[in-house]
T-cell receptor, first 114, second 113 residues
Framework: GNSVTQMEGPVTLSEEAFLTINCTYTATGYPSLFWYVQYPGEGLQLLLKATKADDKGSNKGFEATYRKETTSFHLEKGSVQVSDSAVYFCALSDLQGGSEKLVFGKGTKLTVNP | DTEVTQTPKHLVMGMTNKKSLKCEQHMGHRAMYWYKQKAKKPPELMFVYSYEKLSINESVPSRFSPECPNSSLLNLHLHALQPEDSALYLC????????????FGPGTRLLVL
């Protein structure tokens, strides 16, 4: 079945450092790809998405490019802030029984220190 | 407006209680979802409703009973839960169930004693 593999955390960075969180996927067909963020004690928020190969999703300084050749959707940010501390989930859409399901990676906890 | 609301925010219940979780959206979305999230884990899909009909049940125990009374509301009725059912319960909605972005609510944190 379709699956998502995300780099193991936790990741600890200093403010203004460069961030990369790796995400690779296994899928039949061409799923949509997502990054969701979960701040402490909250639900999930959509961070960005891409629906086809070579699409770049971007939001709040975060970017990810849908790479079909490497089956990857790595999350990057050039300069992280303390407020970016959260858990980040990579996900893909998986069609089952006529309905789309989200398949999540295990999540990567990011801590940014001042 | 991409808001999904959930009530209550927190819930403590005993194993013999009956309680309900409520989820509401006014975005005109026709697909709604219940997820369960344990600490330090990703969300796990429980149920999917499409146009007010149950389309996916991920083999969830019958002590969890979903209900979709109309296109804006989704309930999860709880009865005779076990302590291992303690978790964050997340509701989500999307325009429909076909490759559309899911928007999540803030969740209900449930503790079963």
């Amino acid at each position: 079945g379709n699956s998502v593999t995300q780099m193991e955390g936790p990741v600890t960075l200093s403010e203004e450092a460069f961030l990369t969180i790796n995400c690779t996927y296994t899928a039949t067909g061409y799923p949509s790809l997502f990054w969701y963020v979960q701040y402490p004690g909250e639900g999930l928020q959509l961070l960005l998405k891409a629906t086809k190969a070579d699409d770049k999703g971007s939001n709040k300084g975060f970017e990810a490019t849908y790479r079909k050749e490497t089956t990857s959707f790595h999350l990057e940010k050039g300069s992280v802030q303390v407020s970016d501390s959260a858990v980040y989930f990579c996900a893909l859409s998986d069609l089952q029984g006529g309905s789309e399901k989200l398949v999540f990676g295990k999540g990567t906890k990011l801590t940014v220190n001042p | 407006d991409t808001e999904v609301t959930q009530t209550p925010k927190h819930l403590v219940m005993g194993m013999t209680n009956k309680k309900s979780l409520k989820c509401e959206q006014h975005m005109g979305h026709r697909a709604m979802y219940w997820y369960k999230q344990k600490a330090k884990k990703p969300p796990e899909l429980m149920f999917v409703y499409s146009y007010e009909k149950l389309s996916i049940n991920e083999s969830v125990p019958s002590r969890f009973s979903p209900e979709c009374p109309n296109s804006s509301l989704l309930n999860l009725h709880l009865h005779a839960l076990q302590p291992e059912d303690s978790a964050l319960y997340l509701c989500a909605s999307s325009l429909d169930t076909s490759r559309e972005t899911q928007y999540f609510g803030p969740g209900t944190r449930l503790l079963v004693l």
